[in-house]
């Protein structure tokens, strides 16, 4: 089992930047891939990015590549999302996800957090 939970969401300015936390539970975090998801209302959830368990592999929705990086600490069990040139577009629900392989589809992720809210104003 894995819990995950999201924090370091917020109000910010378009072209602002913010991290986002995604802090495991378990002794077994750093055998998981980890990733990013957001959903915004009346949306589905969207693939945000990636990264392999040893985090040499990084992957990104093409929405977000070369504004967004992925990152993680296996030594402290988190994974982070740094939001730079944020748009109004990115406002959305934040969630980490935990699974077996590097992949874009919700399906394929067995753990989820509860979420960070991410608003961008115009």
């Known amino acids: 089992q894995v819990q995950l939970v999201e924090s370091g969401g917020g109000l910010v300015q378009a072209g602002g930047s913010l991290r986002l936390s995604c802090a495991a539970s378990g002794r077994t975090f750093s055998s998981y891939a980890m990733a990013w998801f957001r959903q915004a209302p009346g949306k589905e959830r969207e693939f945000v990015a990636a990264?392999?368990?040893?985090?040499?592999?990084?992957y990104y929705a093409d929405s977000v590549k070369g504004r967004f990086t992925i990152s993680r600490d296996n030594a402290k069990n988190t994974v982070y999302l740094q939001m730079n040139s944020l748009k109004p577009e990115d406002t959305a629900g934040y969630y980490c996800?935990?699974?077996?392989?590097?992949?874009?589809?919700?399906?394929?992720?067995?753990?989820w957090g509860q979420g960070t809210q991410v608003t961008v104003s115009s």
């Open positions: 996800a935990a699974g077996g392989i590097v992949v874009t589809k919700v399906g394929e992720y067995d753990y």
């Open positions: 990264i392999s368990w040893s985090g040499g592999g990084t």
